[in-house]
Every structure is written in C-alpha cells, then in structure tokens.
C-alpha cells in the first residue's frame, strides 16, 4: 500500500537529514538477533505493520539481549503479518513532541502540525496541536519554520526537522508525513522515534524507489488476492478496477461477492447490502469505461473467493458506460465459472436494454437464478431481492471453477487466431465453416473483421489488432455462443489467478 | 441566471481531439453548449465538428476569445499544465475532468487558481449540467441520454459521485420535481470547488429552491455545508444523502476522497453536522425525492 513502513519512512528522514535511531530490518528471528548483537545494549524490537497500537498488542518490545530479540522477533513474526521486523538502539528520552505535514481539504493546502507534548495518544490532546498552512507555490523560509516552531512550544532546533520534513513531504508526494515521538534524548539530540510517511496514491508511478506493489489506502496488509487485481488495474490503464477484500465485520451473515460500477453507486450499494444484513466479501469499483475484458477480469476475481453465496453488481443506474460491455463481461465469466450461486444484477445507464436482453439470455439457460434489473429499480430493491435469492437458494456456497479458463491456452489446432491488447481470439474455422449466421461479423463493434471464403478473419493487420484496434468487446463471442456455432472463445489470461484458486480450495 | 454554466457562456475544450474530447464535444454541442474553440498542441489549424482547434490557450484567446469556461479532457499526469494553461490566460472557470491527478498538481492548481481569482471545478469530475439549456463536461453521457434523464425544475444538487449525482437528478425527474442545474464537484479529497462553495451559487439562483446532496464519507464538505446553514448563509432547505454508512475506518472506498481517517469525515458525524443545522439527512436513496418534495 502507499504507506511507507516505519524503516522505509526513516531511512527517507535520514537521507533529509534528521536523526533517526540506528538499526536495521531483518527478515528471520536469527537477522533480528544479529542486528541486536551488532547494536550491542538494549535494543527496540518492532514489527513492521500498518498498526497504531504496536506497543499495546505487543509488537514494540524493549529487550537486553541478541538472545532476547530473537525471541522476541519470533514471537512477532508468528503473531502478526510482519514481513520485516525492525531492531534498533534504544534511546533515553528527555522530551517528546509531535511533528506532521498532512493535507487540509478545507484550506486545499498541506498543513504542518506540531505540539509540544508528544508520544502515544496524540489524537487525544489535539488542543495542543498547532497548525499552519503551507503554500505549495511559494517557498516556506528558514524564519517561518523558526517562527512557528517557537509559536508551538517546540524547541528552536526542531525548527530545522519542519523545514526538512516538508521538503521530504514535498519531494516523495506524500499526503501524510509524521514524526512522533520526535524525541529530545537525555544526551541531547533532537530524534526521530516513530515515523508514518503515506505516499498519495496517484503518485506512486513518479516514485518506483519505493517499491510500491500496492497504491490503496486500507486498514488491514492487502490479501493475495488484492495483490492480483492490483496488478490487473496497473497493468491496464483502460478505465478503473479497484479492489480490495474487507475484512470480514458479521459472521452470521450472508458473504455476497460485490461488484460496484461507479464509486458513489457502489458505497450506497455496500450500504444497503449490510442494511439487509448482507455482507460483502470485498469492495469493487469498476468505471470510467473500462473494455469488456478488463471487467471480465474483475468478475473472474471476484468469484475467485469461496463461500460467496451471492453475486451482486450494482452501480448508480445511470451509468454513461455501455452496459451491455458490461453485460458481455459478465456472461463469459458466469459461463466459464458455472455458477451455481444466485446473482442480481443492476445494469442502468446507457445501453441497459442492450445489456438486459444479453443477460436474460444466458440467465434462461443458466443452473443458477440470474435477476436482471434496470434504472428503474432502486438499489434497496435488487438487495431485496438478491437477499431473498441466497436464503431460497439450498445449493452449498460457492466454489472457484478450477478449469483452464482465464489461462493462456495453446492455440487450438486449426484455429485462426490474432493477438489484442491483453489476450487472445481463436476462431476455429473448421467449426465457423458450418456456421450459418457469421453473427461475428456483425457483432465486431469496432468493425474489424470480414469473410474471407465464408470464414472470419481480421479485416485489418495483425499487429493493428493488437495495438487496441481491437477493444476487446467480448461481442463476437457472445454472438457465436448464442447464433454460431461456438467456434470463437476468447483467452483473457490473469497471472496468478488459477494457482490461487487451487491453492485456496484444498484449504478451505 | 442558471448556476455556472448556460448558453451564452462561451466554452474552449482543452484536449478536443483526444478520444474523450471529441467525443465530449460532440455531446456539449448537440446539447445546446457554445462550444468556440478547441486546443491540442500540433494540431492547430484543425478542426473538430467545425470548431477550430489551436494549438494553445493563448493562441485561441487571440483568435477566438474570449472564453468564460475551459473544460480539460487532457489526461492525470498532463492534465497540470493545461490547467495552468489556462489560468494564465485569465479563464474565469476551469472544469478539470481528469481523474487520478497526482496531490501535488492538484495543489498546485488550487493555489494558482485562487491566486488569480479563477475557480476550479474538479479534478474527477463529470462537470455540470443545467437541464435542457447547457453541459460542461461528460455528465448525462450523451445529448439523447441527457435530454430523456434530466429535467429543468427547483431542486439544486450538488454530488460528490458523478453517477450518484445523475442517479439523484433522474429521481427528481420522475417524480416530477427536476433540478436548476447538477453540479458534479469530484471524487477527489483536494478539490477547487467544494460543495459548500456551489450551495452559496444556489442559495443565489432564484431558480433554486431546494439544495439536494448527494455526498459521502471522507473530507469535511458536508459539515461545511452545515456550517454556513447555521451560520444563517444558506437558509434554503438542505437534503442529503451520504453514502458509506457501513464505511470501515481507514479504508479508501475507490474515490480518492472516500476515506474515514483520524475520526473525521464519519457518516455519523456528517448526518449529525447537517441535522443539527435544520436539514434533512434521508436513509435510503428512494427516500431522497419525497423529502424534497416536502419542501416545495
């Protein structure tokens, strides 16, 4: 995620200049005793999580030996999701004050912040917080920060920690720079303790020496499965695919696999799932006009989650984006996963005719009752309806499909195939030789293949198609199932994804 | 005098033959928007549907400005020089349509605009519509869509969601109600605009009689709206609708600006913020046009 850990964050301090406590990470107990036995004396042991209560669950302990760290390294990396285990000397404290730069959506300006009575429960003593605005445009000087620095009861040497704390902020893009405790040692020095730099998510592509591999904001470390839909949305920047699995809230109730279009449509729709007592296995925004096969995707990782026992898509209704892209989308995956868990589905906004006949087509002839629903029908409604839907529904919750679909397959024999954006189309001629409609052709949205000897093939260069001539429509497929002769199927591989699902069925 | 935008405003397209912008460009015409310029660096001299392009704002001013809007369609990373583009140049509006701009530009932007006495719309906004007059931006998708899913009536809204906010106008619709104008401000934490700022605009639109909002967790915008609602600023009855009620704490919910963090910007503490101030907060988004309806 776009929070920096506490090693990364100071190691940025020092590289700006202000103290931090030496230490090093380790990655075994055994690293974590060395870098103990390096330091020589009492050292700090912390693990390296998201956490604000470290002290209070155990992962900040002070410790007197190589030995004991180790243990105590030990202990952590079995309780908590640690990957790394930070070991440092151990300061003597005289003082602690707080110092921060955080964004201020009022004013639409960073603000720094500052109080002279630091340390845990911050938050609780926000009175004794002094603020000033800070101007992007202008350059703060050296008798500002001293000013100010005075102003909050700090000492006069914190003034130059500000200063360069806000250059730091300022040079990583980071929408939250804190230093607390920042410490004055009982030998004098001014000193860094804790530290929490959040870099902005947006900004994460100008910033590859932070090894970012996840750019959301969450409360909990990002699941494998994040990690996959993470690296499907930054490989393709075609419209947006958020994702994230929540952490589970009521046991009791009903784990539906969400699916938003639209971030307001799908915080109301979350809303009105858990006031039908519903609960959503992960939060899901696709939008800003995604193609068809990135919202494939999204549906395939989705139902990659077991126990689900319901599907719900649910966006505003008044989706500008072609609903039926989206309806396209979902029938393949459904098709290719055989669901067997109740879906309902609010496909509203331009298109949504469109979009409801190709689903009540699949859904005719689908194992699992499908719902379609328009504009027309209020959010609250399709949850009524899903919610009867899953308690009807006696079938055992939902199992990933461990079947090759989604993977990169071998070109099938005799197929004529051309490469897209992000997959692959095969058409098997031998089978579209004795297809009647060439319903393929017609469907082709951007318009991009023709008869040759009454077979399709591309109407334009190959490596045009691949370039994104192609926008990988889904519609030639959905048209061959329903009119041709199933000659067409369309690969949209998704690294990682079938490994995880095998690796979490013999689990669950 | 409708809110922002209306027929006679003169509006340049920022970005106008990028795929996005002709295609919005389009739609801003066919809807009644004076579209009169168009800017694409090296691509001067074209034109898209008959509007000249040039190859930058103060070309186009030179040629054919004035101007009272630039709209941008140029994507999140480019999208800061086109911005500052344009406030050099003096546009008294700006409507940022770009999403995923990085915080700094957006910073950037903010204080230059402020600076220069211009204001900002967005980033991440779908813009701003007045029914059946004039569209800045991509709100109501297409003219046929727009011209069938808003109507022209009292209710003025304000939406943190681009497709909550036509959800919302749609409703007012259908029950016969209809709004002044549908002003998307962005999903962003770091906006130009914020909603506080467009429900003065409609406290001022005789047009207006209602504030409808469509907003939710993250930021303080709807405790700022309830702010000057006591303050006695805006004395014109206020409806919300705030979505992320079963929102978890720190989590970012897709919308950069959808965050609970430090306690602040709760649905608890918003409802409470605009209740407290004499306004209605409705529980489910079908309620939203019968609480309006109260009011008229």
């Known amino acids: 995620m776009a929070r920096l850990t506490e090693f990364q964050s100071k190691e940025l301090l020092r590289s700006s200049g202000i103290l931090t406590p030496k230490g090093a990470v380790g990655a075994t107990p055994e690293a974590c005793g060395e870098i103990a036995a390096q330091l020589g004396g009492t050292v700090v042991v912390k693990a390296q999580i998201g956490a604000t209560n470290r002290a209070e669950i155990g992962a900040v302990r002070v410790v007197s030996s190589a030995r004991e760290a180790a243990t105590a390294a030990r202990e952590m990396f079995e309780a908590t999701e640690a990957a790394q285990i930070l070991v440092e000397e151990r300061i003597k404290v005289a003082a602690e004050y707080y110092v921060g730069i955080v964004m201020d959506d009022r004013e639409r300006c960073p603000v720094l912040l500052a109080s002279a009575s630091g340390g845990s429960g911050i938050e609780q003593r926000e009175s004794t917080i002094h603020r000033i605005s800070l101007d992007v445009l202008a350059d703060v000087s050296p008798k500002q920060f001293l000013a100010f620095t005075i102003a909050a009861g700090l000492p006069e040497d914190a003034s130059l920690v500000l200063e360069r704390l806000w250059r730091l902020a300022r040079r990583s893009d980071a929408r939250s720079a804190e230093i607390n405790p920042l410490a004055r040692s009982e030998n004098g020095q001014l000193i860094a303790l804790d530290c929490r730099i959040s870099i902005d998510d947006y900004s994460v592509f100008r910033h590859p020496e932070f090894g970012i591999d996840f750019a959301r904001e969450t409360a909990a470390p990002p699941t494998e499965l994040d990690h996959i839909a993470w690296k499907l949305e930054s490989d393709d920047y075609r419209g947006t695919f958020f994702f994230l699995q929540l952490p589970r809230q009521h046991e009791g109730w009903p784990l539906i696999g969400f699916h938003g279009c639209g971030g307001g449509g799908a915080i109301a729709a979350l809303d009105a799932l858990s006031r039908a007592e519903l609960e959503a296995a992960d939060f899901v925004d696709t939008s800003g006009n995604p193609p068809a096969s990135k919202v494939y995707r999204a549906t395939r990782i989705i139902l990659s989650q077991p126990g689900i026992t319901g599907y719900f898509l649910c966006g505003s209704g008044m989706a500008s984006q072609d609903q039926a892209d989206l309806a396209r989308a979902l029938v393949k995956a459904f098709r290719e996963e055989n669901l067997e868990i109740p879906a309902v589905l609010r496909l509203g906004g331009n298109g949504e005719d469109r979009a409801a006949i190709i689903m009540q087509r699949y859904a005719a002839g689908a194992g699992a009752a499908i719902e379609t629903y328009q504009k027309e029908h209020s959010t609250e409604f399709c949850v009524s309806r899903l919610r009867h839907l899953v308690e009807a529904n006696k079938q055992t919750p939902h199992r990933p499909n461990l079947g090759s679909a989604g993977e990169m397959r071998a070109q099938p024999p005799a197929a004529y195939s051309f490469e897209t954006r992000t997959g692959q189309i095969h058409y098997e001629h031998a089978l579209c030789k004795l297809c009647e409609s060439k319903a393929c052709i017609a469907a082709c949205q951007p318009d991009i293949l023709k008869l040759v000897d009454d077979l399709p093939v591309l109407a334009i260069s190959a490596a045009d198609a691949k370039r994104g001539r192609c926008t990988e429509c889904l519609a030639c497929e959905e048209e061959c199932w329903n009119q041709g002769n199933h000659g067409a199927t369309i690969d949209f591989p998704i690294a990682g994804l079938l490994a995880y699902r095998k690796e979490h069925a013999s689990s669950s | ?296």
């Open chain 2, 1 to 296: 005098m409708p809110v922002l935008v209306d027929p006679s405003k003169r509006v340049l397209v920022q970005g106008i033959t990028g795929r996005e912008g002709r295609l919005r460009t389009r739609y801003m015409l066919d809807y009644g928007t004076r579209v009169v310029a168009g800017c694409a660096p090296e691509r001067g001299g074209q034109e898209v549907f008959g509007v000249p392009v040039f190859a930058d704002v103060a070309t186009a001013l030179q040629a054919a400005g004035p101007f009272d809007i630039s709209v941008i369609f140029v994507p999140g990373p480019a999208a800061k020089s086109a911005a500052m583009e344009a406030i050099d140049s003096g546009i008294p509006l700006i409507v940022l349509i770009a999403d995923r701009m990085p915080l700094y530009d957006v910073l950037e932007i903010c204080a230059a605009a402020k600076r220069a006495g211009i204001s900002v719309l967005g980033p991440n906004t779908a813009g701003v519509v007045v029914p059946d007059q004039a569209v800045v931006g991509l709100v109501g998708g297409s003219a046929k869509s727009a011209r069938g899913w808003l109507h022209p009536g009292p209710a003025g809204v304000i939406s943190r969601s681009g497709g909550m906010g036509v959800a919302a106008a749609y409703e007012l619709g259908r029950c016969g109600i209809g709004v002044s104008a549908l002003v998307h401000v962005g999903g962003d934490a770091i906006i130009g605009m914020r909603m506080h700022e467009i429900a003065c605009l409609f406290q001022n639109d005789p047009d207006t009689r209602v504030i409808a909002l469509v907003g939710e967790i993250g930021t303080s915008q709807e405790e700022q709206v309830a702010e000057l609602m006591k303050a006695g600023k805006i004395t014109k009855p206020v409806v919300a609708h705030i979505g992320g009620r079963s929102a978890q704490s720190g989590i970012r919910y897709s919308h950069a600006g959808a965050i609970v963090e430090r306690g602040l910007g709760t649905y608890a503490g918003k409802k409470q913020a605009i209740e407290s101030a004499g306004g209605v907060v409705v529980g489910t988004f079908p309620e939203f046009s019968k609480a309006v309806q109260r009011f008229l």
